[in-house]
């Protein structure tokens, strides 16, 4: 392998399985990506794609690069944040990763304070569901991780945001809307909005309608909770998400936000952190910040 360069082409192809995604990323030409990928190849001895039509999978000496490829980017970005610290002990990189509605609801204000404490700090915020946010915290890829702490995981302590309450996200003018309460009979036969099947709140949604004894037959996915909101208000099915997150429609009425029927669900969200890792300051500061942002403005909304 000549530089690092190759090994950023060849991870860009690898995550998007696409010559032309990767030159668009990288802003190369698509001809420059497969000789550097060819050239990679040559070097390695091995095939690292297989090239169907349009089609690229990656070959087993392609995974197996892949995943010792994301060790060297994590070892890459430890060593430059690192480095500046030493430097600048007030510089740095901070890596958050948070799903897209604690980016929504929760980072800003955390991020705003952030700047003005911290403001030679380089900031990096990954969208990811609480599985994809622990799985990168565990490989060293984030620092910190807002999470839905479902089931704990030994080697990640937990900073305590707040709990919440899932319950049914209605149009006012569905049946359970009009009636101001859900008919748990009827839960097998309603389209549910919910949000991603690889989010930890999906899978609570999952265990709910097994205890309530009900079938889970027909939903639609979104990464979004505005736009499954919005498919809600057009009557295009009913969703499960804390009230906090519908607050603004609950009071202009758009909304109706209804208790699940039987024992609730609740959700503990937390900023997760390696557990044997020491925090910076900077890195204390930021789950703090989170901790007050989320006691006056969530907390406020549920």
């Not at 799903?99 to 991020?111: D, G, K, M, N, R």
């Not at 380089?122 to 969208?127: C, F, G």
């Not at 990640?156 to 569905?174: N, Q």
């Amino acid at each position: 392998m000549e530089d690092v360069h190759q090994f950023r082409v060849f991870a860009a192809v690898a995550e998007h399985l696409s010559f032309t995604r990767a030159a668009e990323v990288l802003f190369m030409t698509q001809s420059g990506v497969s000789h550097q990928i060819a050239r990679l190849e040559k070097g390695l001895g091995v095939e690292l794609f297989t090239r169907e039509g349009r089609t690229v999978a990656l070959t087993r000496a392609g995974r197996a690069l892949r995943e010792h490829a994301q060790r060297v980017f994590v070892a890459m970005d430890n060593a430059v944040a690192a480095t500046r610290q030493a430097a600048d002990p007030d510089s740095g990189l901070l890596r958050i990763g948070a799903s897209i509605t604690a980016c929504q609801y929760i980072v800003p204000e955390a991020l705003r304070e952030f700047r003005e404490s911290f403001p030679s700090y380089s900031l990096r915020i990954t969208p990811g569901d609480g599985p994809a946010v622990t799985q990168a915290l565990l490989e060293g890829a984030l620092d910190l991780g807002i999470v839905v702490r479902h089931q704990r995981q030994p080697k990640l302590a937990y900073h305590e945001l707040f709990e919440d309450e899932l319950g049914f996200l209605v149009s006012p003018l569905h049946p359970w809307g009009r009636a101001g309460k859900v008919e748990r009979r009827e839960l097998s036969g309603q389209r549910m909005i919910l949000y991603n099947r690889q989010s930890t709140t999906f899978r609570l949604v999952e265990q709910y309608f097994v205890r309530a004894r009900a079938e889970l037959r027909d939903w639609i996915e979104l990464g979004s909770i505005e736009a499954i909101k919005e498919l809600v208000k057009l009557g295009l099915g009913v969703s499960v998400a804390g009230r906090w997150t519908a607050q603004a429609e609950i009071e202009d009425g758009s909304l109706v936000w209804l208790r699940l029927p039987g024992r609730s669900v609740r959700r503990t969200w937390a900023v997760a952190v390696q557990a044997a890792r020491t925090l910076s300051l900077a890195e204390q500061t930021f789950i703090g910040l989170c901790q007050s942002a989320c006691s006056l403005k969530i907390k406020s909304r549920r």
